[in-house]
C-alpha cells in the first residue's frame, strides 16, 4: 500500500460537519500535513494523541513529533513508515443552530392555572478544546456533522433548557403574557445554565436566544387552551363576557331556526330564546331585548309583530311571523295575535312600522318613531284615517296613500273606525276591518 505523501482536507459537504477522519492511515516521516484557517489536526496512533497541528503546513517527523520515537523506534532522518489516524476539527462556529423544547407545562403567573408552553431559538457554539471533543463526543466514527451532535445531546439539552424556562417564570413571577418582554433576559439566564453542559464536551456555548414561548398546540389540550386565550382576548376587544357570548349564540341558533324551520317548532324555539334573553335582568337580555320603554326592537324586513307588512327599502313587506309585544299598559309580555292584552286587559295598538304596542294618545311609536293615528279632535270626531293597504295615517280626502300609493276609497270626515282605525263607507255601519260597530 502506497505512502502517503499529502493530507489535506477542504469540507465540501452540504451539512456542517464538525470533524473529519482523513481515510488513509499510511504515512511516513516525509508526509505533509496541511491545516486550514479554523482547522485543527490531532494525529492518533495505538490509542494514544500524537500530536496537535493548528493552521499551516507540518511535515509528520520526528521532530514534530518525538512520539514516533517511543512508538516506533524511528531514527532521525530518512522516509520512515508508521501507521496512525489523522483527525481534522472544523474549528469554525455555526451560530444558526435551532432548537426547540414542546410539552412543557408550567403553573403560569397570570392565569394561576397551568398552561401547555413550547420554546424554540438559535444558539451557536465552538469547538474549544479539540481532544475532549473527540474523546467525549466524536468516538469512533469517521465524520461527524451538525446532526450528529445535536441528536447526540438533545436529551439532556432539552430538560436543562425547560429547567431553566420554568424556574426562571417561576422566580421572577413572569407570565405568559408579559415573557415577550423578557425574552433576552431568559436568554442570558438560560446560556449561563447551558454553559457548563457544552464545556464538558470540549465546546463553548458562543450565542444563545430565546426567540418565542408560545402555547403548544401539538396536543388537543394545548389546542383547548389556545382557543381559550383567542376567545378572551376577542371578548376583551369587543368589551362583552363569556356568559353574554353564550346568550348571543343561542339566540343566533334560535333565530336561524326561526327562520328555517317549518309549523311550530321554529316559533317555539324563538320565543324560548326571547325569554331567555329578557330573564337575565340587568344583564344582556334586559339592555339588548328592552329599548324604549321595555318594547322590543325589530329589525326592517322581518316583518311586525302584530302580523302586519310594512314597507321597507325592497316595497311592501309582506308579515313572516309571530312575536312577543311589550303591553304599553302594564309592560307585561302577550303574543302579537292577540287583540287585547291578556293581562290588564287593554287593546293592543300596534306601530304600523314596528308592531310594537303604544297607547291610543301616542302621537308617535315609542320604539321605532313612526307617526301614529292622529289623536281626536275635541269633538270626539277623528279627524285622520289609515291606508287600506299598508296602515299608513294618511289625512282624509287623500286619493292615493303617500307611503305605497295605493289608491284609497273615499270616505267623508268622521267615518274612521274608532278601535282600528280604518277607513268606513259613510253607507256601511260596521268596520269592513275588525267589525266593530259604527
Given at each position: 500500500?502506497a505512502?502517503?505523501?499529502?493530507?489535506?482536507w477542504?469540507?465540501?459537504?452540504?451539512?456542517?460537519?464538525?470533524?473529519?477522519?482523513?481515510?488513509e492511515?499510511n504515512?511516513s516521516?516525509?508526509?505533509q500535513?496541511?491545516v486550514?484557517e479554523?482547522?485543527?489536526?490531532l494525529?492518533?496512533?495505538?490509542?494514544?494523541?500524537m500530536?496537535?497541528?493548528?493552521?499551516?503546513k507540518?511535515?509528520?517527523?520526528?521532530?514534530?513529533?518525538?512520539?514516533?520515537?517511543?512508538?516506533?523506534?524511528?531514527?532521525?532522518?530518512?522516509?520512515?513508515?508508521?501507521?496512525?489516524?489523522?483527525?481534522?476539527?472544523?474549528k469554525?462556529?455555526?451560530?444558526n443552530?435551532?432548537?426547540?423544547?414542546?410539552?412543557?407545562?408550567?403553573h403560569d403567573?397570570?392565569?394561576?392555572?397551568?398552561?401547555?408552553?413550547?420554546?424554540?431559538?438559535?444558539?451557536?457554539l465552538?469547538?474549544s478544546?479539540s481532544?475532549k471533543?473527540?474523546?467525549?463526543m466524536?468516538?469512533?466514527?469517521?465524520?461527524?456533522?451538525?446532526?450528529?451532535?445535536l441528536?447526540?445531546a438533545y436529551?439532556?439539552?432539552?430538560v436543562?433548557?425547560?429547567?431553566?424556562?420554568?424556574?426562571?417564570?417561576?422566580?421572577?413571577?413572569?407570565?405568559?403574557?408579559?415573557?415577550?418582554?423578557?425574552?433576552d433576559?431568559?436568554s442570558q439566564?438560560?446560556?449561563?445554565t447551558?454553559q457548563?453542559?457544552?464545556?464538558?464536551?470540549?465546546l463553548?456555548?458562543?450565542?444563545?436566544y430565546v426567540?418565542?414561548?408560545?402555547?403548544d398546540?401539538?396536543?388537543?389540550?394545548?389546542r383547548k387552551?389556545?382557543?381559550?386565550?383567542?376567545?378572551?382576548?376577542?371578548?376583551?376587544?369587543?368589551?362583552?363576557?363569556?356568559?353574554?357570548?353564550?346568550?348571543?349564540?343561542v339566540?343566533n341558533?334560535?333565530?336561524d331556526?326561526?327562520?328555517?324551520?317549518?309549523?311550530?317548532?321554529?316559533?317555539?324555539a324563538g320565543?324560548?330564546?326571547?325569554?331567555?334573553?329578557?330573564?337575565f335582568?340587568n344583564?344582556?337580555?334586559s339592555?339588548?331585548?328592552?329599548p324604549?320603554?321595555?318594547?322590543?326592537?325589530?329589525?326592517?324586513?322581518q316583518?311586525?309583530?302584530?302580523?302586519?307588512?310594512?314597507?321597507g327599502?325592497?316595497?311592501?313587506?309582506?308579515?313572516?311571523?309571530v312575536?312577543?309585544?311589550?303591553?304599553?299598559?302594564?309592560?307585561?309580555?302577550h303574543l302579537?295575535?292577540e287583540?287585547?292584552?291578556?293581562?290588564?286587559?287593554?287593546?293592543?295598538?300596534?306601530?304600523?312600522?314596528?308592531?310594537?304596542d303604544?297607547?291610543?294618545?301616542?302621537k308617535?311609536?315609542?320604539?321605532?318613531?313612526?307617526?301614529l293615528?292622529?289623536?281626536?279632535?275635541?269633538?270626539?270626531t277623528?279627524?285622520?284615517?289609515k291606508?287600506?293597504?299598508?296602515?299608513?295615517?294618511?289625512?282624509?280626502?287623500?286619493?292615493f296613500?303617500?307611503?305605497c300609493?295605493?289608491?284609497q276609497?273615499?270616505?267623508?270626515?268622521?267615518?274612521?273606525?274608532?278601535?282600528?282605525?280604518?277607513?268606513?263607507?259613510?253607507t256601511s255601519?260596521?268596520c269592513?276591518?275588525?267589525g266593530n260597530?259604527?
Amino acid at each position: 500500500m502506497a505512502l502517503i505523501d499529502c493530507a489535506v482536507w477542504k469540507p465540501e459537504s452540504s451539512e456542517f460537519v464538525l470533524a473529519y477522519r482523513y481515510p488513509e492511515t499510511n504515512l511516513s516521516t516525509y508526509t505533509q500535513l496541511i491545516v486550514y484557517e479554523s482547522q485543527e489536526a490531532l494525529l492518533f496512533s495505538k490509542g494514544q494523541l500524537m500530536g496537535k497541528f493548528g493552521p499551516g503546513k507540518h511535515t509528520l517527523d520526528t521532530e514534530n513529533l518525538p512520539l514516533l520515537r517511543t512508538l516506533f523506534g524511528i531514527p532521525f532522518g530518512g522516509k520512515n513508515p508508521f501507521t496512525a489516524e489523522i483527525w481534522i476539527v472544523n474549528k469554525l462556529y455555526p451560530a444558526n443552530l435551532s432548537w426547540d423544547v414542546t410539552n412543557m407545562t408550567i403553573h403560569d403567573a397570570d392565569y394561576q392555572t397551568m398552561l401547555p408552553l413550547q420554546a424554540l431559538g438559535q444558539y451557536g457554539l465552538l469547538v474549544s478544546e479539540s481532544e475532549k471533543f473527540m474523546l467525549k463526543m466524536v468516538g469512533t466514527k469517521e465524520i461527524f456533522t451538525e446532526s450528529d451532535m445535536l441528536s447526540q445531546a438533545y436529551g439532556e439539552f432539552s430538560v436543562k433548557v425547560k429547567s431553566a424556562i420554568i424556574q426562571f417564570m417561576a422566580n421572577q413571577q413572569v407570565g405568559f403574557k408579559r415573557i415577550s418582554a423578557h425574552l433576552d433576559s431568559l436568554s442570558q439566564y438560560i446560556k449561563q445554565t447551558l454553559q457548563p453542559f457544552w464545556e464538558e464536551y470540549g465546546l463553548t456555548l458562543t450565542k444563545f436566544y430565546v426567540t418565542d414561548i408560545t402555547i403548544d398546540t401539538s396536543t388537543p389540550e394545548g389546542r383547548k387552551v389556545s382557543e381559550a386565550l383567542a376567545s378572551q382576548a376577542s371578548m376583551s376587544i369587543t368589551g362583552h363576557s363569556w356568559q353574554q357570548e353564550q346568550m348571543f349564540g343561542v339566540a343566533n341558533n334560535a333565530v336561524d331556526q326561526m327562520g328555517g324551520a317549518a309549523g311550530g317548532n321554529g316559533l317555539l324555539a324563538g320565543i324560548m330564546a326571547m325569554n331567555m334573553m329578557g330573564g337575565f335582568g340587568n344583564g344582556v337580555g334586559s339592555g339588548m331585548m328592552q329599548p324604549h320603554n321595555g318594547q322590543p326592537t325589530f329589525a326592517p324586513g322581518q316583518g311586525d309583530a302584530a302580523g302586519q307588512g310594512h314597507m321597507g327599502a325592497g316595497g311592501y313587506q309582506q308579515p313572516q311571523a309571530v312575536r312577543e309585544v311589550y303591553c304599553a299598559n302594564c309592560s307585561k309580555k302577550h303574543l302579537s295575535t292577540e287583540h287585547f292584552c291578556p293581562h290588564c286587559g287593554n287593546e293592543y295598538n300596534p306601530c304600523p312600522r314596528c308592531g310594537s304596542d303604544n297607547l291610543k294618545t301616542a302621537k308617535r311609536c315609542v320604539s321605532c318613531g313612526t307617526p301614529l293615528q292622529q289623536a281626536q279632535a275635541s269633538t270626539g270626531t277623528p279627524i285622520g284615517g289609515k291606508c287600506s293597504s299598508c296602515g299608513t295615517p294618511i289625512q282624509p280626502g287623500m286619493a292615493f296613500c303617500p307611503n305605497c300609493g295605493a289608491k284609497q276609497q273615499q270616505v267623508s270626515v268622521g267615518n274612521v273606525c274608532p278601535r282600528c282605525g280604518a277607513a268606513v263607507p259613510i253607507t256601511s255601519h260596521f268596520c269592513p276591518k275588525c267589525g266593530n260597530k259604527i
